[in-house]
């Protein structure tokens, strides 16, 4: 991980963390003033109360001032810098948001809505650049059944969810399907696997079609108890199963626990956090400026 607790406390003063946050991009280093775009200085200011430091335009005619947050991942908030920095890094350290709150003294509700901001953050990221798979030759795809999802006030509905899974790099990709039919499953694996790949799934038979298309595709026969089969291909010898997406599947899962939470918003939110962790991205980037 690129930060811990202990990267946060070794700054002690204020302004020692305002400036170290400058460096590491969580702030902006420099500002200009919205009124005459004079480049502003960095000045101490009492009446902020939780940062101590404002924006200050030079210009004696203007002297305005802005918060140093302007702009950024911490702005509209009313923690402090240094404990919104903790529960960001409680975030990317996968803590629970109860226990987090418990930890660092605040509303569990707080951690939560920071949570889902980190969350947005990530969507966003996703939908900026999102993920491509050019760098393997082996995936693994597979679905997962959710039951309960709400989508209105005591209406809940049944919702299936493709993914897959680039074995080379560890990129994962997640979407909402309507269905486990083949009309479903096999278009996004088309638009998103390269030719001539191998691909890897159970024997579900929405998943036949992909003999139509230029793939090598394998199966292994869990109703049969084969979760795991060596493939001779020419001289190469395949491990064909697809045990690394049913975990990511129960990652899922066990971040929907929560029936009452189980939302289509939520969701999404959840299925994009877990396609960014696995994108080989760096976790903070989305809060940097």
């Given at each position: 991980?690129?930060?811990?607790?202990?990267?946060?406390?070794?700054?002690?003063?204020?302004?020692?963390?305002?400036?170290?946050?400058?460096?590491?991009?969580?702030?902006?280093?420099?500002?200009?003033?919205?009124?005459?775009?004079?480049?502003?200085?960095?000045e101490?200011?009492?009446?902020?109360?939780?940062?101590?430091?404002?924006?200050?335009?030079?210009?004696?005619?203007?002297?305005?001032?802005?918060?140093?947050?302007?702009?950024?991942?911490?702005?509209?908030?009313?923690?402090?810098?240094?404990?919104?920095?903790?529960?960001i890094?409680?975030?990317?350290?996968?803590?629970?948001?109860?226990?987090?709150?418990?930890?660092?003294?605040?509303?569990?509700?707080?951690?939560?809505?920071?949570?889902?901001?980190?969350?947005?953050?990530?969507?966003?990221?996703?939908?900026?650049?999102?993920?491509?798979?050019?760098?393997?030759?082996?995936?693994?795809?597979?679905?997962?059944?959710?039951?309960?999802?709400?989508?209105?006030?005591?209406?809940?509905?049944?919702?299936?969810?493709?993914?897959?899974l680039?074995?080379?790099?560890?990129?994962?990709?997640?979407?909402?399907?309507?269905?486990?039919?083949?009309?479903?499953?096999?278009?996004?694996?088309?638009?998103?696997?390269?030719?001539?790949?191998?691909?890897?799934?159970?024997?579900?038979?929405?998943?036949?079609?992909?003999?139509?298309h230029?793939?090598?595709?394998?199966t292994?026969?869990?109703?049969?108890?084969?979760?795991?089969?060596?493939?001779?291909?020419?001289?190469?010898?395949?491990?064909?199963?697809?045990?690394?997406?049913?975990?990511?599947?129960?990652?899922?899962?066990?971040?929907?626990?929560?029936r009452?939470?189980?939302?289509?918003?939520?969701l999404?939110?959840?299925?994009?956090?877990?396609?960014?962790?696995?994108?080989?991205?760096?976790?903070?980037?989305?809060?940097?400026?």
């Amino acid at each position: 991980m690129e930060y811990t607790e202990e990267d946060v406390d070794a700054h002690r003063s204020n302004e020692r963390l305002v400036r170290w946050m400058m460096a590491e991009r969580f702030l902006h280093s420099t500002m200009r003033c919205e009124r005459c775009l004079t480049p502003m200085h960095l000045e101490r200011f009492k009446k902020a109360k939780k940062d101590h430091f404002t924006w200050r335009c030079p210009r004696d005619r203007c002297r305005a001032r802005i918060s140093i947050r302007d702009g950024s991942f911490f702005a509209n908030s009313n923690l402090t810098l240094r404990k919104q920095l903790k529960i960001i890094i409680n975030f990317v350290a996968e803590s629970p948001a109860r226990g987090t709150a418990l930890r660092l003294r605040v509303s569990r509700q707080v951690v939560g809505r920071v949570y889902k901001k980190i969350r947005r953050a990530y969507s966003a990221d996703l939908v900026t650049n999102p993920i491509e798979f050019t760098h393997g030759y082996e995936y693994e795809v597979d679905e997962l059944y959710l039951r309960h999802l709400r989508v209105g006030h005591g209406l809940s509905i049944k919702q299936w969810v493709a993914g897959i899974l680039e074995r080379q790099t560890g990129k994962l990709k997640y979407y909402r399907v309507p269905d486990r039919s083949g009309q479903s499953l096999v278009p996004p694996i088309v638009d998103s696997i390269p030719r001539g790949s191998f691909v890897y799934s159970d024997d579900w038979k929405g998943y036949n079609s992909l003999r139509n298309h230029p793939y090598y595709h394998f199966t292994v026969n869990h109703s049969a108890g084969e979760y795991v089969r060596a493939q001779q291909v020419g001289p190469v010898v395949l491990s064909v199963h697809i045990n690394t997406i049913e975990g990511t599947n129960r990652w899922v899962r066990s971040k929907l626990r929560n029936r009452a939470k189980r939302t289509r918003r939520r969701l999404d939110l959840i299925l994009d956090e877990i396609a960014f962790r696995h994108s080989g991205r760096s976790l903070f980037s989305p809060i940097k400026v």
